[in-house]
Nanobody, 113 residues
Framework: VQLQASGGGLVQAGGSLRLSCAAS????????MGWYRQAPGKQREWVAS???????NYRDFVKGRFTISRDNAKNTVYLQMNSLKPEDTAVYYC????????WGQGTQVTVSS
């Protein structure tokens, strides 16, 4: 498996989840990694990204609530999600930002109101 996201679940609004994504070394090495999400009936959208050196970037709708991080030794990228809102409900994926690999199955995040 090249990209395997985990950590999703059902949470009430205001709650938190921490997502993990394990990537094969060939994908992870030196790549800018991103988290994406796809809500029902909508296109997949970029959420946050992190460079190999740890520089992060976020979409406005998650700034201050989500934190992306990575462990280069473990080829894993994380997404800490706090103050979750019902509109954050989606399947979350990770992938490279450029020359993306085959998408994994993602992990479902459901936020109830």
């Amino acid at each position: 498996v090249q990209l395997q996201a985990s950590g999703g679940g059902l949470v009430q609004a205001g709650g938190s989840l921490r997502l993990s994504c394990a990537a094969s070394g060939s994908i992870f090495s030196r790549a800018v990694m991103g988290w994406y999400r796809q809500a029902p009936g909508k296109q997949r959208e970029w959420v946050a990204s992190i460079t190999n050196g740890g520089t992060t970037n976020y979409r406005d709708f998650v700034k201050g609530r989500f934190t992306i991080s990575r462990d280069n030794a473990k080829n894993t990228v994380y997404l800490q999600m706090n103050s979750l809102k019902p509109e954050d409900t989606a399947v979350y994926y990770c992938n490279k930002m450029i020359l993306q690999a085959t998408w994994g199955q993602g992990t479902q995040v459901t936020v109830s109101s």
